[in-house]
């Protein structure tokens, strides 16, 4: 794999003539909540494998495994390491000094979501009740320009993403947990009757319903940004329930690699298209048993990782930035991929310099 030392302190990299020839036009973003970087970049974790507290599974966990560092994490996986790696780039190998991290010291769900899209770690955003934020989110930002406006969709599957992205204040499509799919569309109907009569409804749908209902939204209604958050990854953690961690961590791999391929079979995304991939939080690691929880008490639960690939972004593979990266980031990258200038209410945040050419 190729690494790559580069400054993200010339800022100059990002110029206005760099921002004027941009070829992104539509943006894709998914996120896997609390999915470690350990695993993203290290495959499955021998340790927690053998572990029969947390692995009930270990002969099918096992299908994860290879002795070779860079086999085992493409097993788990394949999308990130045959496609992104070759085409993109990925930020987060702390094993190589690639370090990113949450700018928020709580390291859990609703304050990392309020960074990624907001660019700001509010410190009054340290819960996840379900209150409507206050601070300007990108997508918000976006959905003011006249290009996109109404033309922006959320699909998510924990019930907190309306309140997250204040969908009565910003007007972004938020569909978020079991809420129904109000469209005269016939597979979006389908997946209605599946979801509430899914005999698991246990208060949020599953990832694969979510996706699938993204991918369908995005068939049929042809959004410039869409967002899919998936919830699994850590639902099973917090469950200490590794084999099933793994599992859903394969299985969205698949979906991202699905939504991909369909991103380049139609003309309106066809090399158009930037996917960023990123997390809210990490989990720990330092003691092997706080793999499953995250939160300020934590130490390393605020180390996370990002990847993104498209027409703007250089094939560097994983890159060794010279300093920090942080969350806050996300939001004025978005921005900048399409063109626009995003500046957070509060404090700034620069876009990552080398996620474009």
Same mark, same amino acid.
């Given at each position: %794999?190729?690494?790559?030392? @580069?400054? @993200?302190?010339? @800022?100059?990299?990002?110029?206005?003539?760099? $921002?004027?020839?941009?070829?992104?036009?539509?943006?894709?973003?998914?996120?896997?909540?609390? %999915?470690?970087?350990?695993?993203?970049?290290?495959?499955?974790?021998?340790?927690?494998?053998?572990?029969?507290?947390? +692995?009930?599974?270990?002969?099918?966990?096992?299908?994860?495994?290879? *002795?070779?560092? &860079?086999?085992?994490?493409?097993?788990?996986?394949?999308?990130?390491? !045959? +496609?992104?790696?070759? $085409?993109?780039?990925?930020?987060?190998?702390?094993?190589?000094?690639? *370090?990113?991290?949450?700018?928020?010291?709580?390291?859990?769900?609703?304050?990392?979501?309020? /960074?990624?899209?907001?660019?700001?770690?509010?410190?009054?955003?340290?819960?996840?009740?379900?209150?409507?934020?206050?601070?300007?989110?990108? &997508? /918000?930002?976006?959905?003011? $320009?006249?290009?996109?406006?109404?033309?922006?969709?959320?699909?998510?599957?924990?019930?907190?993403?309306?309140?997250?992205?204040?969908?009565?204040?910003?007007?972004?499509?938020?569909?978020?947990?079991?809420?129904? #799919?109000?469209?005269? *569309?016939? !597979?979006?109907?389908?997946?209605?009757?599946?979801?509430?009569?899914?005999?698991?409804?246990?208060? /949020?749908?599953?990832?694969?319903?979510?996706?699938?209902?993204?991918?369908?939204?995005?068939?049929?209604?042809?959004?410039?940004? #869409?967002?899919?958050?998936?919830?699994?990854?850590?639902?099973?953690?917090?469950?200490?329930?590794?084999?099933?961690?793994?599992?859903?961590?394969?299985?969205?791999?698949? %979906?991202?690699?699905? &939504?991909?391929?369909?991103?380049?079979? %139609?003309?309106?995304?066809?090399?158009?298209? +930037?996917?960023?991939?990123?997390?809210?939080?990490?989990?720990?690691?330092?003691?092997?048993?706080?793999?499953?929880?995250?939160?300020?008490?934590?130490?390393?639960?605020?180390?996370?990782?990002?990847?993104?690939?498209?027409?703007?972004?250089?094939?560097?593979?994983?890159?060794?930035?010279?300093?920090? @990266?942080?969350?806050?980031?996300?939001?004025?990258?978005?921005?900048?991929?399409?063109?626009?200038?995003?500046?957070?209410?509060?404090?700034?945040?620069?876009?990552?310099?080398?996620?474009?050419?």
């Amino acid at each position: %794999m190729k690494y790559l030392i @580069l400054s @993200l302190l010339i @800022l100059q990299v990002f110029s206005a003539s760099a $921002q004027s020839s941009h070829k992104t036009e539509n943006i894709i973003i998914v996120t896997l909540d609390g %999915m470690r970087w350990q695993e993203v970049f290290g495959g499955i974790d021998s340790a927690l494998m053998m572990n029969k507290k947390y +692995t009930h599974d270990s002969a099918g966990a096992a299908k994860y495994w290879s *002795n070779n560092i &860079l086999d085992r994490r493409k097993k788990l996986f394949p999308f990130f390491w !045959n +496609t992104i790696a070759a $085409q993109g780039q990925l930020y987060g190998n702390r094993n190589i000094g690639s *370090n990113v991290d949450n700018a928020n010291p709580y390291k859990f769900s609703y304050p990392g979501y309020n /960074e990624i899209f907001t660019g700001y770690p509010d410190s009054a955003v340290n819960s996840n009740d379900k209150i409507y934020n206050k601070n300007t989110n990108v &997508l /918000e930002f976006i959905n003011q $320009q006249k290009k996109y406006k109404g033309k922006i969709a959320a699909f998510a599957t924990w019930d907190a993403y309306p309140y997250i992205l204040n969908s009565p204040r910003s007007g972004i499509y938020v569909n978020a947990d079991y809420d129904t #799919l109000n469209f005269k *569309n016939n !597979n979006l109907a389908l997946i209605n009757d599946i979801q509430f009569l899914d005999p698991r409804n246990t208060g /949020e749908r599953l990832d694969v319903l979510t996706y699938i209902a993204g991918r369908e939204y995005l068939k049929a209604y042809k959004p410039k940004i #869409l967002y899919i958050a998936f919830d699994e990854t850590d639902d099973y953690a917090h469950a200490g329930q590794y084999d099933h961690y793994l599992n859903s961590a394969h299985a969205e791999d698949a %979906m991202i690699a699905d &939504l991909w391929n369909l991103i380049q079979s %139609m003309p309106e995304y066809k090399n158009k298209t +930037t996917l960023i991939v990123t997390c809210d939080h990490g989990r720990g690691d330092k003691i092997k048993d706080q793999w499953k929880d995250h939160g300020e008490r934590v130490e390393d639960a605020g180390h996370i990782w990002i990847a993104i690939l498209g027409p703007d972004t250089p094939p560097f593979g994983e890159v060794k930035p010279q300093s920090t @990266l942080y969350q806050k980031q996300i939001a004025p990258t978005i921005a900048a991929l399409l063109g626009l200038h995003f500046v957070p209410d509060h404090g700034t945040a620069e876009p990552i310099s080398t996620v474009f050419q």
